[in-house]
């Protein structure tokens, strides 16, 4: 098993552009987590997906982020406009049905200058 | 102004001595419990799991602590290593909800 999938690995874009992060879960799963991580907040949780819908978005900063689902093997999350405080560690997270346990990929390293 | 942080709470062994890592939680409905390991520039490794129902359980070379009622979380690597040096994630799932809620972060670090 592949695991988690997360592209790009590093993403380097200027303020007010589109970013779009993407997340292949591992096959099987039926949740699907975004998380963020910086230093000043720790690992915090955007959003999650249960069999694609959206369950909890009360994480997502504003209306500037944005998530689909529209598949049970593909996720993205998605800035515009980005700006310089939206840089951080994104993670996307897969969680089977019948466990507690997630399976994090291995981030998405974002910069907006 | 100045940007702070979080202050990692930071933890230095010896190789080959043990390490207990703490964590406390705040919502007495929380009925399990996760940690997580993580390496620089790679994403949080499951280690073991704990359910409310218990208070103790045992992996290789880790055990796990619940005591419900000061709410606190431990985690003990027996025998510690180089390669044990990382950020601990201790997270909690609350009641039916299907998420994890992460603590702040022990920064472990392994002295030869």
């Known amino acids: 098993d592949a695991g988690v999938i997360q592209s790009p690995r590093h993403e380097v874009t200027e303020m007010g552009q589109e970013v779009t992060l993407r997340c292949k879960p591992i096959s099987g799963h039926n949740s699907l987590f975004w998380y963020r991580q910086t230093m000043m907040r720790g690992l915090e949780l955007l959003i999650y997906?249960?069999?694609?819908?959206?369950?909890?978005d009360s994480g997502m900063p504003e209306d500037r982020f944005s998530a689909k689902m529209p598949n049970a093997s593909f996720s993205t999350l998605k800035i515009q406009p980005s700006e310089p405080r939206d840089s951080a560690v994104y993670f996307c997270?897969?969680?089977?049905?019948?466990?507690?346990?997630?399976?994090f990929g291995s981030g998405t390293q974002l910069s907006v200058l | 102004g100045e940007s702070v942080g979080l202050h990692l709470p930071t933890l230095s062994v010896q190789e080959g001595d043990n390490s207990i890592i703490n964590c406390a939680y705040s919502?007495?409905?929380?009925?399990?419990f996760i940690w997580y390991k993580q390496e620089s520039g790679k994403g949080p490794q499951f280690i073991i799991d704990?359910?409310?129902?218990?208070d103790k359980r045992q992996g290789q070379r880790v055990t796990v602590l619940l005591n419900k009622t000061v709410k606190h979380l431990s985690l003990q690597i027996a025998a510690t290593q180089p390669g044990d040096s990382a950020v601990y994630f201790c997270a909690e799932k609350r009641g039916s909800a299907r998420q994890l809620t992460f603590g702040s972060g022990t920064q472990l670090t392994v002295l030869p």
């Open positions: 704990i359910r409310s129902n218990m």
């Open positions: 997270a897969s969680q089977a049905a019948t466990n507690e346990k997630l399976f």
């Open positions: 997906f249960n069999n694609n819908v959206p369950i909890d």
């Open positions: 919502n007495s409905a929380s009925d399990y």
